[in-house]
């Protein structure tokens, strides 16, 4: 019954490598996010799609790159890891795009970049 | 552009006791706010949030905010606190723009002591 699900909850991997994180959501929401969160716990965004069009995409690097096969996921594609990608990545959904549609997360991935 | 300050990154209260936590936004214009809380290796769930209407807002588990104009803040309150209540809080603001992106504050770290 989960609503927001995202996979692998913990991925470790070393620099240089390329790695997925899937996130699917089970709410018929219409917009999906990726939310990156540091080692202080700052939240910033990096993604937005609304009915698998992108609408937010934050000054982050063109290594990381979002893939929405439909609504219902939004998955991250990060190539060449570097050290400072180390962090907690949330995926959220929220029933319509607008400042008024709440937002709802999944458990995070924890990356850790050796 | 939009920001939101919380004041104190860590707060400890005895079980029982107030609970309050502080967000002040910087905006001409009020903005949408909101309450998250994030539980430890866990994801934000909503607290609450305003929009329009009714400064006084309640939301889940006893916490209520209030949205004050005058002084652009939306201070987080529970009467008494619960050992449940430990967590991360975070205050969030969705600007008047309508560019969809919310941003955080930098948390708050609630611990509550028996």
């Known amino acids: ?114 | 552009a939009q920001s939101v300050t919380q004041l104190g990154s860590h707060v400890s209260v005895s079980e029982g006791a107030l609970v309050l936590l502080r967000c002040n936004y910087s905006s001409s214009v009020p903005p949408y706010l909101f309450w998250y809380v994030q539980y430890p290796n866990q994801g934000l769930q909503l607290l609450l949030k305003y929009t329009t209407g009714a400064t006084l807002v309640k939301g889940i588990n006893g916490f209520e905010a209030e949205f004050k104009k005058s002084e652009t803040s939306f201070h987080l309150t529970k009467p008494s606190a619960h050992m449940s209540d430990a967590a991360e809080y975070f205050c969030a603001v969705s600007p008047p723009s309508d560019d969809y992106k919310l941003s955080f504050g930098a948390g708050t770290t609630v611990t509550v002591r028996a």
């Open chain 1, 1 to 114: 019954d989960t609503a927001v699900s995202q996979t692998p909850k913990y991925l470790v991997t070393q620099m240089g490598n390329d790695k997925s994180i899937k996130c699917e959501q089970n709410l018929g929401h219409d917009t999906m996010y990726w939310y990156k969160q540091d080692s202080k716990k700052f939240l910033k965004i990096m993604f937005s799609y609304n009915n698998k069009e992108l609408i937010i995409n934050e000054t982050v690097p063109n290594r990381f790159s979002p893939k929405s096969p439909d609504k219902a996921h939004l998955n991250l594609h990060i190539n060449s890891l570097e050290l400072g990608d180390s962090a907690v990545y949330f995926c959220a959904s929220s029933p319509r795009q607008g400042r008024n549609s709440p937002l709802h997360f999944g458990n995070g991935t924890r990356l850790t970049v050796t």
